[in-house]
């Protein structure tokens, strides 16, 4: 039994190991706020030319959220006229996703990808992951006339702070949960 335990623990860290080395952002806005989901391909792949203009995708789990090439983009449907990643900045390595009027409904996880030709002469790309970021969204209406500016202050200061992976969280629990057993 302490053999088949110490198995599972080391199997469950191994696993939280690359859970983590897929490097997660959180980030946490206030409804109807922006927000900028960070991102950089520039060290992630050196196939791209100073030429080619970068094809730069973000995605939730069920949708493509926004596509660029040069001047041609796709914003998704519910997305429109609310994002972008600017050609400028993404000539120069920025490929960091701008979200306008952020709707309760945003809330979730996005994955942004560099679309890479295998070859030169292929049709076909290679999608390279870039990164990971989880958005959650305060949906309480931020009141305008109120007497404690404190309070109000804490909550600006607080407006982009990041948290505690789920995954982590989740990682404990299930090692207190077999330790608790043996």
């Not at 623990?9 to 997660?24: D, E, K, V, Y």
């Not at 926004?66 to 400028?88: A, K, M, N, S």
């Not at 000539?91 to 990808?113: I, M, Q, T, W």
Request: glycine share 4%; proline share 2%.
């Amino acid at each position: 039994m302490s053999a088949y335990l110490w198995t599972v623990i080391l199997l469950l860290a191994s696993c939280a190991g690359s859970l983590s080395a897929q490097s997660r952002i959180f980030i946490s806005v206030r409804m109807g706020s922006s927000a900028v989901l960070p991102c950089h391909w520039r060290n992630i792949t050196s196939t791209q030319s100073a030429t080619h203009s970068p094809h730069v995708e973000w995605r939730t789990f069920a949708e493509t959220v926004f596509e660029r090439r040069g001047e041609e983009l796709y914003q998704g449907e519910g997305y429109e006229d609310r994002v972008d990643v600017p050609e400028d900045n993404l000539l120069k390595g920025d490929c960091s996703l701008e979200l306008k009027n952020v709707r309760p409904e945003d809330a979730g996880v996005y994955e942004s990808f560099l679309l890479v030709r295998r070859t030169k002469r292929s049709l076909r790309s290679k999608r390279v992951f870039l990164q990971s970021v989880e958005l959650s969204v305060d949906d309480k209406l931020v009141e305008i006339h109120t007497e404690n500016k404190a309070a109000e202050s804490i909550q600006e200061s607080n407006a982009g702070m990041i948290h505690i992976s789920s995954q982590i969280t989740m990682f404990i629990l299930v090692i207190n949960i077999l330790f608790h057993l043996i």
